[in-house]
């Protein structure tokens, strides 16, 4: 069973970065594709980034150009840097598998939450003065 734990949110003013990590365990990343979701108050939760077992990636309109998916497979870890952060990105960040053997790439490249299965517990983003 594949768990993941995230780490290295907190609070950072407008314009600022951080680098959002996830610890996977209990199986290797190379057989899923995986991605960050966030939620923020109020609203569902929606894809920020997903990234294909074969290394296809694919950004939400309002963070391409400042976020970067990537992976390390030999480390089983997953991270997304954020640049130039904006009060709007404030929100709960996760990270999120599907394997492969379930879902093709196509099935699961909109980055729509419901496509995908494994889940970590999330870590806050707040981006505010």
């Known amino acids: 069973q594949l768990r993941f734990v995230e780490s290295g949110g907190g609070l950072v003013q407008p314009g600022g970065s951080l680098t959002l990590s996830c610890a996977a365990s209990?199986?290797?990343?190379?057989?899923?594709?995986i991605g960050w979701f966030r939620q923020a108050p109020g609203k569902e939760r929606e894809g920020v980034s997903c990234?294909?077992?074969?290394?296809?990636?694919n950004y939400a309109d309002s963070v391409k150009g400042r976020f970067t998916i990537s992976r390390d497979n030999v480390g089983n870890m997953l991270y997304l840097q954020m640049n130039n952060l904006k009060p709007e990105d404030t929100a709960v960040y996760y990270c999120?598998?599907?394997?492969?053997?379930?879902?093709?790439?196509?099935?699961?490249?909109?980055?729509?939450?419901?496509?995908?299965?494994?889940w970590g517990q999330g870590t806050q983003v707040t981006v505010s003065t």
């Open positions: 999120a598998a599907v394997h492969v053997a379930k879902s093709s790439w196509p099935m699961v490249s909109s980055c729509a939450p419901n496509s995908y299965d494994f």
């Open positions: 990234l294909s077992s074969g290394d296809s990636t």
């Open positions: 209990g199986s290797s990343l190379d057989y899923y594709h």
